[in-house]
């Protein structure tokens, strides 16, 4: 079986947040979870349903073109936007 090639390269693109399209309310939704706080609690913290929190880190996947929120934190800290 073979492996598609990876470009170890892309994580060196770095873009910033207003390039991509996230908001300073994106940021900080991504800097909670980084934390360790639930998505439950992030809601409370942003006074959003928990539900909301999970399109929003969907969206914001979406947009940066991950598949998972701990990607999406891991690249937002890469780029030492959180």
């Known amino acids: 079986m073979a492996y598609p090639e990876v470009d ?5 693109r770095l873009l910033g947040a207003g390039e991509i399209g ?3 309310e994106d940021l900080v939704l991504l800097a909670e979870l ?5 998505v439950d609690r992030v ?6 349903s928990g539900r909301t929190v999970r399109r929003r880190l969907r969206g914001i996947c979406d947009r940066i073109g991950v598949a998972t929120a701990i990607e999406a934190v891991a690249w ?4 030492r936007l959180i």
Request: glycine fraction near 8%; charge should be positive.
């Open 8 to 12: 170890s390269r892309r994580d060196d």
């Open 22 to 24: 996230l908001s300073d």
């Open 34 to 38: 980084a934390k360790g706080v639930t």
């Open 43 to 48: 809601g409370r913290r942003l006074d959003i």
């Open 76 to 79: 937002a800290a890469r780029r």
